[in-house]
């Protein structure tokens, strides 16, 4: 008896022992919850602060009668058309990170009430919600192509659609003829949302697939005959392309990651209803699935994290091009000074802000010469920056050939019109800039940077007093008549025989900038008036390399100091002392990389 007691007591003991999971099945749940809504607000809306900001400045929505009507007649018009409206928001970026954040948290929590996801497995209620993070977030170079931005809240908005079709099908399961009901409102429905009504009644179909009725055999076809069919009739009478009208408003195949994700999103949804029979089997929850649960949402939100696009250098050029239409030169050159290999559009971006801080000359060729390529498959090489670049050198009809250009191949967006707008006021052309700015007024928050530029209109001295660097824009304007081409920089400066004083020197640079020498000993001799007393160390050194390849009397005219000259000779001197080139980049810099010379020798610079 004595021992059964010990045993029993033991056993009680064992019991007491057991550590439980310190929260409530309920506290686990709304505690996932709460990290995942926080996790989504401040990665989007925090570190992702830019990509928002870009992905409404790459927006382009009106609020008009004609801009509605011009997009509901295309397949998913009214999905496209709140999805645009909404991208708005992406204006301040907090703002839109809080939208977005709430759509996907609603999703998660549509996906538990819908297929009542039992607590030890309240984890798979946050995949759909998770993946269409992780594609928001991997959008990246994507907003330099032809992207639509709508995309962040069509497919957040679309999924939420699929989940009320797929509510009312099972509102509808004991009715007679509910599916067939439920199937015809999401037919109707491909005409507004698009491709996310065939997901609809795909879930439908795989929701149908888990009855044992014969019901089925009939429904399935009828389904697989509607996804089929839909889009059919609608490119018909949309005139599209029957793949486009199948797949509107999803990201297109050209952009694979994006596309690939969405895909699996909208997959998952659909897969739930083969899974909720073994999901309610087995035995109720326990501490240790908590703990599971818990664990792997915490995992989730560290894959979204570490698959996800982050690329600083990226993330600076959006900053920059955002500190640009600000006209905040000097953080762009701070901007600019954080990165150790630059990419074109920060180079390009920190010549714009030297050029308006007046220190061009001097500082142009103090940075990184070597430029990081990126790895996108998207239109990285297609120069961005030209717009604000020929802008600001004074050629605005360049600037404004550029625009149209890209409003053409990566789509319409305010950033075009804005720059369209600018250019127009430069020129004095009231009337195109009257209507620029009329259609900019028409947005949630473009409007109040058309009303400011309003005001500038006929008055080109308030425009030159709120932004003094476009008086140098206008003063330098070339005089000459000559044909708007798509030509680079430096090739449009050698395309005027005559020019001002600053772009003359501008024009040395771009010789130089390109290591283009015989163009530099020509436009040179131009620029005997203006380096009387001196001249920028940079061209002093070109000057230097031209006479150490061959030309010695370039320097005559010139006054270049002895020691100077010799310091560039001691520069290529050192280099040969060198095995490779790779090796002289390395050990020169620190004593040469801040000098044209280096530049000249280590740079990969293209225009």
Known sequence: MKNRNTASAKKTQKKVNVKKFPFSEQQTIWGARTIFFLFSFYFLGIYNSELMFKLQNANFFLNNSVFFDTTMQQSAGLLIYISGFLTQLLYYPLLGALAIALLLSSIELAVSRLYKIPSKWFLLSFLPSGILLLMISSIGYATYDRFDTFLVFSSTIGAICILCLLWLSKSLAKTKGGVFISMAVASAMFFLIGSFALFAILTILANELTKTGKSKYIHIPVGIFLIGALPYLTCIYHIERYKHTLLSPIADIHFLNLFVLTIAALATLATYPLLEKRLHSGEGTTSKGLLLNAAGTLLLLACIFHFSFRDENFRTELKMQRLCEQHDWKQMLETANQVEEPTKAIAAYRIIALANKNILARELFRYPCIEKKSASQYLTDQPIYYEDLFLYASFPNNAYLWSMEFWVTTGST??????????????????????????????????????????????????????????????????????????????????????????????????????????????????????????????????????????????????????????????????????DKETAAKALKSKYGNTYSYYFVFSDTEE
Not at 445 to 464: R, T, V
Not at 528 to 550: F, R, T
């Open 414 to 579: 305010y950033e075009h019109l804005k720059k369209m707008a600018l250019c127009a006021l430069l020129n004095d052309e009231s009337d195109l800039a009257k209507r620029y700015i009329g259609l900019l007024k028409q947005t949630m928050f473009q409007s109040k940077w058309a009303e400011e530029h309003e005001q500038y209109i006929d008055h080109p001295e308030k425009l030159f007093r709120k932004y003094p660097e476009f008086v140098k824009t206008k003063k330098e304007m070339p005089v000459q008549d000559k044909i708007i081409t798509m030509e680079p920089l430096s090739k449009t400066y050698m395309s005027y025989s005559k020019m001002g004083t600053a772009s003359v020197e501008r024009r040395l640079l771009a010789d130089i900038y390109r290591k283009d020498m015989k163009a530099f000993m020509i436009d040179i001799i131009e620029a005997q008036s203006v380096y009387k007393d001196g001249m920028p160390s940079c061209i002093k050194e070109a000057l230097v390399i031209c006479a150490i390849n061959g030309n010695p009397k370039i320097l005559m005219p010139f006054r270049v100091e002895r020691p100077f000259a010799q310091e560039v000779a001691n520069f290529f001197n050192e280099i040969r002392t060198y095995s």
